[in-house]
């Protein structure tokens, strides 16, 4: 997933802001939507987002990839500032209804289309935070098992068995409904 | 409770879901719902966006580290450094205050100390209570036509450091181990030499230097003569003892000194055996005066107060002497001889040129000093550094402990 803005370019960078650069217009998109979906509020998504892009802009010149991936730092930076949120504000508000896209489906499957993402919406907003983020992290940052285990500090096999859990528990609650 | 296979087999199909794919057909289910939880992606907005890319591109202006400044100076994020530099200013203040009232102990059984003072002999202190104590042991310091300076001036080497008197007081009473304050009686004497022409200006302000409100001495006697040869003059000054030190150094400026004198008589013990008598004549008059009360006779009576009387006289006695003993301590006897020499040099000129020894002294003082400096430094920035470290790494800890339970929690 990849951003398609440009960012306005200044001369003279040096090969470690160029790299932050990059990594940013790769993983904006992503960022957010891990945040927006662990924490189920736009407006506090976007302020963590920022922040956490803040903070690995500052710590950019620290980094070293001998100890993992830029995405995994990248995304670390990110829960770190999105379960500080969740800290200060105990919230759980609901992600507003995003409406469909009228143009690309035939009228006799909206409404089902409609039904399932619903049902997933709801089954994936009643999930637990730790399931929750494991999902955030896997399919709305799309990041690989060698990531997921970097972000979330477990062993591969041990991410793995983290998102099978959520995963079983998602199917359930959409099951049940 | 799916084996390990089968779950690796499940991740397997959603990836494959995910990147277009084909899944086995058992796993349908679940490749559909991996699909449909990537189109629950949240989009971010596109005005946000271009926000961020700004700030990005512009470095994250200082607004926003600003903020993060006041955010690391938020109480919650200070609590932990500003409780352990709490604790450690506290430390630091106790150890000063224990210090300093140990010295002043120091310095009280000592008897009072000038920095620049000559280092005095104390005389052992009489054997016999109601002596006049021992012989004063001078410490002469005599130089031939130059100022001695204060730290050629040393005590005897065969002349041992007295031990203190021992403590009065007992019956198990709290001050009874607690050392009675040393009385010493100081004396100093020294020889001036002025230009024949200057004799009278000198004495003039021999006297003058007496006065001074920071002395606060006042003069015994003094004799001046001057003649077309020169002429010379004696003084006898009584200054505080403790203002002594200062008011040798004012002298010492007013002409050339060819020779300085300083002792130091330990008088303790007499200064506590007159206090013990006039205790005792006190008691003894309040003994009688119970026993007056309870007189039953005239003649008893009369006997009493025939004691009384001779009691009131012996208080009267101590008293006096007490007084004097103290005195003897509280003022010193300066003896200044001033005389007249046509080759005297002016105090001022004295000294010397600057020499590149005086230099290098000057310049390894200033590098003990600075050293000094720097070790005290140190010593106070690496517990507080330590400090704050573990502060830090206290805070940074429970920081990482309640994000793991806010997940448990929300």
Known sequence: MTSTLTLPRTASKSAAELDFEALYRAARDDVFAYVATLLRDRAAAEDVTALAFERAYRKHRSFDARRGSARGWLFGIARNAALDELRRRKRQAALPFDPEDATTAQPEDVLETALRRTAVRAALADLPARDREVIALKFHAGLDAAELAEVLGVSRTNAGTLLHRAMTKLRGAIDAD | ?410
Request: glycine share 8%; charged share 25%.
């Open chain 2, 1 to 410: 409770m799916p084996t390990d296979a089968e779950i690796q087999r499940e991740l397997d199909a959603i990836d494959d879901a995910l990147a277009g794919r084909p899944v086995e057909h058992d796993l349908t289910e679940l490749g559909t719902l991996a699909l449909a939880l990537r189109d629950e992606r949240p989009e971010i907005d596109p005005r946000f966006a271009g926000q961020l890319d700004t700030r990005v591109a512009a470095g994250f202006p200082k607004e926003s580290r600003r903020s993060r400044f006041a955010t690391w100076l938020s109480p919650r994020t200070m609590l932990v450094p500003g409780v352990a530099m709490s604790m450690l200013l506290a430390v630091l203040v106790s150890a000063a205050v224990l210090t300093s009232q140990g010295d002043n102990e120091i310095r009280e059984s000592l008897g009072a100390k000038s920095d620049d003072s000559v280092v005095q002999e104390l005389s052992p202190p009489a054997e016999d209570s109601t002596s006049g104590g021992g012989a004063a042991r001078p410490t002469k310091t005599t130089a031939s036509g130059a100022a001695p300076a204060i730290s050629e001036l040393q005590p005897s080497s065969s002349t041992p450091l007295p031990t203190p008197p021992p403590p009065t007081g007992g019956n198990g009473s709290p001050r009874a181990d607690r050392k009675p304050a040393r009385k010493v009686e100081r004396a100093a004497s020294m020889t001036l030499v002025a230009k024949p022409d200057e004799v009278q200006n000198v004495a003039d302000r021999i006297i003058r230097v007496v006065d001074e409100p920071g002395i606060g001495g006042f003069v015994v006697s003094s004799s001046v003569n001057t003649n077309d040869g020169g002429g010379g003059g004696s003084f006898l000054l009584r200054v505080p003892t403790n203002r002594l030190d200062g008011a040798l150094a004012r002298l010492s400026q007013l002409a050339h000194v060819s020779s300085r004198e300083q002792s130091a008589q330990d008088i303790t013990a007499e200064h506590t055996s007159a206090r013990a008598r006039l205790q005792n004549a006190r008691a003894e008059r309040k003994s009688l005066l119970r026993r007056l009360a309870k007189a039953t006779t005239d003649l008893e009576a009369a006997a009493i107060k025939a004691q009384l009387r001779d009691v009131g006289t012996r208080i009267a006695v101590a008293r006096t002497d007490l007084a004097r003993v103290a005195n003897r301590a509280s003022f010193s006897n300066v003896s200044v001889s001033l005389t007249s020499d046509p080759q005297a040099t002016d105090p001022e000129d004295e000294g010397g040129a600057w020499a590149p020894g005086d230099a290098l002294r000057d310049a390894l003082r200033i590098l003990e000093v600075a050293a000094g400096v720097a070790v005290i430094a140190i010593a106070i920035a690496l517990p507080l550094g330590l400090l704050i470290a573990l502060g830090v790494l206290a805070s940074r800890w429970a920081a990482r402990r309640g994000r793991r339970r806010v997940l448990d929690a929300v």
